[in-house]
């Protein structure tokens, strides 16, 4: 039997590369709009993933105060504002884009993630960071076995998983609740939100006789449609364990790079 490949796609997408969003794209900030808009622009100001740039003109509620400052941002110099949608405001969240980024997102501005109380697609709720139309999340049944050790102790071993395929990520191994060893782990309080699989329902961190490794799994209970095979399952950190598929140790792959906020990362 071959060995588990540890390749995986990745991410093909330029810093300053612009796309159309065919979707009807809201912002929120409470009960009012700060935006509404079918003509959203994909802009990528990293790699990881992409931000929505919104039309001035379709701004609802929200209004833009300049900060009189500017700064090249990853698609172009952009001009710094403050939003206030009727009596909140949220300074310095804006940035509308000037002369030297690329020419679609002249007369939009792209919004702090963080600034918006919720965002829409549709009428679906989006978090952390708008879905990359370039990436994708598979989850498929399979029948290779796993078998989860760190420091020596074996926390899990199963004769099937769910492998969770997501672009620019290494492939994640999921695992039913009855093929791990509950009393080697420790629940923790660490939540974490993904577009792409949602909100995690617990992380579990483990205690060994030299060292304590926290949050080396988690679970979601509740996953998006996108990924609702995982749903009740548990992932280890391939980063962060000694993961053997089918018998065969695999490379502890480098921990990668996520963009985030400090409350938010991706699994």
Known sequence: METESVLHPSLIVPIGHVEPVPRRIRGMIGARVAFETRRALYVWEWRAYPQFSIPIADLVDGVLHDDKHTEQRGAGPAHRHTLQVGPEVRAGSAWVWGEGAPEPLRGTVRFEWEALDSWFEEDEPVFVHPRSPYSRVDALRSGSGVRVELDGVVLAEAGG??????????????????????????????????????????????????????????????????????????????????????????????????????????P
């Open 161 to 266: 998983c769910v492998k969770l395929f997501e672009t620019g990520l290494p492939t994640r191994y999921y695992l039913d609740h009855t093929n791990i060893d509950w009393t080697r782990l420790r629940r923790s309080d660490t939540v974490t939100r993904c577009p792409y699989k949602g909100t995690t329902s617990n992380y579990w961190s483990f205690d060994g006789d030299t060292a304590s490794h926290e949050d080396i799994a988690w679970t979601y209970d509740f996953p998006t449609v996108h990924a609702n095979r995982i749903a009740g399952l548990t992932a280890f950190h391939n980063e962060h364990v000694d993961l053997y598929v089918d018998g065969f140790l695999l490379p502890r792959p480098a921990d990668p790079k996520r963009a985030a906020s400090a409350q938010v990362r991706r």
